[in-house]
C-alpha cells in the first residue's frame, strides 16, 4: 500500500477494539521509512510525520474520542489532504462516508478466533488495486 499511497489519499481503518487497526497504520508508516515506533495517537488525535521520517507527509489520526462529527472539523483534515495522505482509524466516528474516495479496510474478528480483512476500493484507487 505505501508504494501507491500519494498526497490526498485517505486509508480509513475501520473495526472494533484490538482488531489490528493501529497495526496496519504502523506497518504503513514503517513501509513509508518510519523508524522505530510509531505511538498511538488516541491522546493527541493526529499524529503528524514529515520527510525525512517518512517518504512524505502522512496524519496518523485517531477518532476513538471524538463524540460528535463536528469536532472534527477544528482538526482540520480535509484541508491536511492538500500535502499530506492521511491514515484515520475509527473514521466511523464522522459519520457514514466522510471521505467518498476513501481506501476503506474493515477489520473484523471471524468465529475461529482470526481477523478477517475487507477492503472498499473507491475509483480513486481502482487502478492502483489489487496491490502487486
Do not use: C
Not at 521509512?33 to 493526529?46: K, M, R
Request: overall charge negative; charged content about 25%.
Amino acid at each position: 500500500m505505501a508504494s501507491v499511497l500519494r498526497p490526498g489519499d485517505v486509508v480509513a481503518l475501520s473495526g472494533p477494539l484490538g482488531a489490528g487497526k493501529t497495526s496496519i497504520a504502523r506497518g504503513l508508516l514503517a513501509a513509508l521509512g518510519l523508524e522505530g515506533e510509531a505511538p498511538s495517537p488516541s491522546f493527541a488525535i493526529v499524529q503528524p510525520y514529515d520527510p525525512p521520517e517518512v517518504r512524505m507527509r502522512v496524519l496518523h489520526v485517531d477518532l476513538y474520542r471524538i463524540e460528535d462529527p463536528e469536532e472534527a472539523l477544528e482538526l482540520g483534515l480535509d484541508e491536511a489532504r492538500n500535502d499530506a495522505a492521511l491514515v484515520v482509524e475509527w473514521p466511523e466516528r464522522l459519520g457514514d462516508d466522510p471521505w467518498p474516495d476513501a481506501l476503506w479496510l474493515t477489520l473484523a474478528f471471524d468465529d475461529a478466533g482470526g481477523r478477517r480483512l475487507t477492503a472498499r476500493v473507491p475509483d480513486a484507487w481502482e487502478r492502483r488495486w489489487p496491490l502487486t
